[in-house]
């Protein structure tokens, strides 16, 4: 089972990327999907998930700015991101997760299988 992350790059601020998750080995259309960013000297925290039945939650500084999306047949996962800032620089990740409920969905202990990463850097 393999996650590859793809989409980053360098904007401007208020630019957009479409950052992408594609799932090899794995059927994921129960699973939760995830995504987390690690920026420059920071810990690794949640950004956003889509759950098995389309549910979305999203950190706080993300909302009405991110858009979390999944495709079941193409067993990918998007995140579209808006009006970036610069303290969206970081190394973003997707993850999935057959086991998570509501209760741990922000939580990285929650999903067992994780993508590479890729960069993202907003420059104001």
């Known amino acids: 089972v393999q996650l590859q992350a793809s989409g980053g790059g360098s904007v401007q601020a208020g630019g957009s990327l479409r950052l992408s998750c594609a799932a090899s080995g794995r059927n994921f259309r129960r699973d939760t999907v995830a995504w987390f960013r690690q920026p420059p000297g920071k810990e690794r925290k949640f950004v956003a998930a889509?759950?098995?039945?389309?549910?979305?939650t999203y950190e706080d500084s993300v909302k009405g700015r991110f858009t979390i999306s999944r495709d079941n047949a193409k067993n990918m996962g998007y995140l579209q991101m808006n009006s970036l800032r610069p303290e969206d620089t970081a190394v973003y990740y997707c993850?999935?997760?057959?086991?998570?409920?509501?209760?741990?969905?922000?939580?990285?202990?929650?999903?067992?299988?994780w993508g590479q990463g890729t960069q993202v850097t907003v420059s104001s």
């Open positions: 993850a999935v997760s057959s086991s998570v409920i509501l209760s741990n969905l922000a939580s990285q202990a929650a999903y067992a299988i």
């Open positions: 889509v759950r098995y039945n389309g549910h979305n």
